[in-house]
């Protein structure tokens, strides 16, 4: 079976900081990631994807994420967090479903406050 | 390109109602997906389709029930209200195959509050 587990549910940091987002993933076989962020009221939106391509994967607004196989991890990172960046971030991993159908597995969400 | 619609933003039901959501997908797109997110929870699969068919479910019970039309248009029908259901529904878009068909375009969503 296929999981993820995003390690902290709220993270805070100062505009201008470093952004660190932490989620493990199970999968029995090579697996797709993702991140995607929800803004309030607004839908959810893909900010990244690793598809077993180059393992460092840079996404928009300055995101990027490291798929480590031996660690099991999907980290997301930022060099410098934005007040526009506070948001629920999720970690998903698919699930081929049986024929061509792609199901998206979330993580519990990780909320991301930036001070000023 | 538009992107994914989803009527109504928001409803308030009782227990033991109906209730129909409706979701546009993004143009071009053939396949329609339906989560579930409760507060303070990720999004679950509930279904998803193509071609008119139910292409993969989730773990929901049968009360829980989907239509796509041939434009594409979806909707999510729940029977039996349960407190439970209250949730924000999330319609997704997307490719069924190529290197598209797990990018998924999400709607902003229906927030239904059973009471």
């Known amino acids: 079976a296929q999981s993820v587990t995003q390690l902290d549910s709220h993270v805070s940091v100062s505009e201008g900081t470093p952004v660190l987002l932490r989620c493990n993933y199970s999968?029995?076989?090579?697996?797709?990631l993702f991140w995607y962020v929800q803004h309030p009221n607004k839908g959810l939106q893909l900010l990244l994807k690793?598809?077993?391509?180059?393992?460092l994967v840079k996404g928009i607004n300055g995101f990027e994420a490291e798929f480590k196989k031996s660690e099991t991890s999907f980290h997301l990172t930022k060099p410098s967090a934005h007040m526009s960046d506070a948001a629920e971030y999720f970690c998903?991993?698919?699930?081929?479903?049986?024929?061509?159908?792609?199901?998206?597995?979330f993580g519990t969400g990780t909320l991301l406050a930036v001070q000023p | 390109e538009t992107g994914v619609t989803q009527s109504p933003t928001h409803l308030i039901k009782t227990r033991g109602q109906q209730v129909t959501l409706r979701c546009s997908s993004q143009?071009?797109?053939?396949?329609v997906s339906w989560y579930q997110q409760a507060l303070g929870q990720g999004p679950q699969f509930i279904f998803q389709?193509?071609?008119?068919?139910?292409?993969g479910r989730g773990n929901f019970p049968p009360r829980f029930s989907g239509l796509q039309f041939p434009n594409y248009s979806s909707e999510l029908n729940v029977n039996a209200l349960e407190l439970d259901d209250s949730a924000l529904y999330l319609c997704?878009?997307?490719?069924?195959?190529?290197?598209?068909?797990?990018?998924?375009?999400f709607g902003a969503g229906s927030r239904l509050t059973v009471l």
């Open positions: 389709y193509y071609r008119e068919e139910e292409n």
């Open positions: 690793y598809t077993s391509a180059a393992t």
């Open positions: 143009s071009g797109h053939n396949t």
């Open positions: 999968s029995s076989y090579s697996p797709s």
């Open positions: 998903v991993v698919t699930m081929n479903y049986g024929g061509a159908t792609n199901k998206l597995i």
């Open positions: 997704a878009s997307s490719f069924l195959l190529g290197p598209g068909a797990n990018v998924l375009t």
